[in-house]
């Protein structure tokens, strides 16, 4: 218990250090060791297997506590994720401008992808008014948040016991993904020990400008962009905060390449930041299914790829145009293994690239996705809380309150 109790208050970070480096350790040395591997299922398995509970029940109870004619930051919330998107794959457009790449276009992938937008926002819908009881089994995160809403502005009017009833469970199974976040070490050692074992790095070599561009202007989006949103709303140095949400979330968003089962890690950063659990139960949820700047530039950046591959000229207000169909279509990614990738046919339509070629360029994307879904994911999921926590600031430097940080 004694040696537990040292291990736990080790920072977390470091924590995951060690299991990032024992993993790649045992994945060069014992390869045929699977059963390590069984470590990061868990893990991955756990946090999904909670996280749509923890959703529900955090969304309903706080929506339930709402005060009819209080005031919320979410409209600023929802700018900051929709501005953030688009500037991402503007950025992605200029990146790929300025960094021309080419693709080997071999093998053919066969997956099932959106024919259009049009087909992308019915999924969106159908999925919103989902049944509430599988859209919680099904990890339907889409339709488990527009059921909390409904639910929540329902529940308003409810005693105040059964309001505490929903606090309750709600702190139960925050406490209970607390349990399960203090085993990251352990399941990042399963995740990179797979990865090692299974690919290695040889199979990035043939695509390294590709997986350069990619995760260069991901981080400029990180570490230029959206600092700058920030700073323009909270008026003060946004780099410490960046930096809080890229440590705290981003890691471990990069492991577990899941913004659903980083829902959770996200909600203990708010707290930890002293955000309104009221407005940032809500806001999480809501930033992993439309706050999807890394799928932004996936989606933009491909596409672009595979026009240069087949000599076909872009000119910029075609791209801007791709931008934004790229932008529309990320928001409705959320919630599918390799979902940026299955919308790369859609954007490629708009070039005239023939849906067989289109699904080369998406099976690249399977190639590469160890790194591309790993960067994007800790994007799309870092930013959801810096644009909560900026949306907030911004409401309490109007007030002329301390912010916090």
């Not at 570490?223 to 471990?252: E, H, Q, T, W």
């Not at 790829?305 to 169909?325: E, H, K, Q, R, W």
């Not at 070039?351 to 994007?379: K, N, P, R, Y």
Request: aromatic share 8%; proline share 3%; hydrophobic share 55%.
């Amino acid at each position: 218990m004694e040696l537990l109790h040292k291990w736990n208050h080790i920072s977390l970070v470091k924590r995951i250090i060690v299991g990032l480096i024992l993993g790649a350790a045992l994945g060069a040395l014992l390869p045929q060791a699977s059963v390590i591997g069984i470590l990061g299922t868990l893990f991955v398995n756990a946090l999904k297997a909670l996280a749509p509970l923890l959703v529900f029940f955090l969304v309903l109870h706080s929506l339930s506590q709402h005060k009819k004619g209080a005031k919320s930051n979410m409209s600023a919330v929802i700018v900051f994720y929709l501005i953030g998107t688009f500037l991402a794959a503007l950025c992605a457009v200029v990146t790929s401008f300025l960094f021309p790449s080419t693709l080997i276009l071999a093998e053919q992938a066969e997956q099932a992808a959106p024919g259009g937008i049009a087909d992308v926002l019915q999924n969106l819908l159908n999925s919103a008014v989902s049944n509430p009881i599988s859209a919680i089994a099904e990890a339907n995160y889409i339709g488990v948040l527009l059921w909390a809403v409904v639910f929540g502005l329902a529940m308003r009017e409810a005693g105040e016991g059964t309001k505490t009833v929903l606090g309750d469970i709600s702190n139960m199974l925050s406490s209970a993904i607390r349990w399960v976040i203090s085993c990251a070490p352990f399941g990042i050692l399963g995740l990179v020990y797979t990865t090692v074992s299974d690919t290695g790095f040889e199979s990035f070599l043939n695509y390294g400008r590709l997986i350069l561009v990619l995760v260069g202007c991901m981080l400029l989006v990180a570490l230029v962009v959206n600092p700058i949103i920030v700073y323009l709303a909270i008026r003060k140095n946004p780099y410490p905060l960046v930096f809080r949400c890229l440590k705290d979330s981003g890691i471990m968003a990069f492991f577990t390449r899941s913004s659903a089962a980083n829902i959770p890690v996200n909600m203990k950063l708010c707290e930890d930041l002293g955000l309104d659990k009221e407005k940032y139960s809500v806001s999480i949820p809501l930033g992993a299914t439309i706050n999807m700047a890394g799928a932004a530039i996936t989606i933009t950046i491909l596409t672009l790829a595979a026009a240069n591959t087949l000599g076909i000229s872009v000119d910029f207000p075609t791209a801007l145009l791709l931008s934004l169909v790229s932008s529309v279509a990320a928001c409705g990614s959320s919630g599918v293994a390799g979902g940026s990738l299955l919308l790369i046919p859609m954007a490629c339509s708009m070039f005239g690239i023939s849906s067989d070629i289109a699904m080369q360029v998406v099976g690249i994307g399977f190639i590469i996705g160890v790194i591309q879904d790993s960067c994007e994911t800790a994007l799309n999921s870092s930013s959801d809380v810096l644009f909560t926590a900026a949306a907030e600031f911004r409401s309490r430097r109007k007030a002329g309150l301390d912010m916090g940080y």
